[in-house]
Nanobody, 121 residues
Framework: VQLQASGGGSVQAGGSLRLSCAAS????????MAWFRQAPGKEREFVAT????????YYADSVKGRFTISRDNAKNMLDLQMSSLQPEDTAVYYC???????????????WGQGTQVTVSS
């Protein structure tokens, strides 16, 4: 499966952005999906994950209550609605597809190219 992330941009603290990840291929609905992010000079970190059918979601503590992950299997789309953004949310955001719903990067075999999110104070 090929993944294409979009929707990044620059926003002031307290603002909102919606990231999208378009997937190609007919097997999207069988994959657990996730968003990770990587800030300059830092390790890639988990943001949110969603089960293949959208039945379960799991979030990093740092984004819980502010971000919402969702998917539309009919459209092969994964979204991340981000609100109450803070400067510490600044990073390149990556969507990923894997065999199961997980917060571990090594569980995900396919990665999008990343989209930059910049939050200014």
């Amino acid at each position: 499966v090929q993944l294409q992330a979009s929707g990044g941009g620059s926003v002031q603290a307290g603002g909102s952005l919606r990231l999208s990840c378009a997937a190609s291929g007919s097997t999207f609905s069988s994959y657990g999906m996730a968003w990770f992010r990587q800030a300059p000079g830092k390790e890639r970190e988990f943001v949110a994950t969603i089960e293949w059918n959208g039945g379960r979601t799991y979030y990093a503590d740092s984004v819980k209550g502010r971000f919402t992950i969702s998917r539309d299997n009919a459209k092969n789309m994964l979204d991340l609605q981000m609100s109450s953004l803070q400067p510490e949310d600044t990073a390149v955001y990556y969507c990923a597809a894997g065999g199961r719903y997980s917060n571990y990067p090594h569980e995900f075999h396919y990665w999008g190219q990343g989209t930059q999110v910049t939050v200014s104070s």
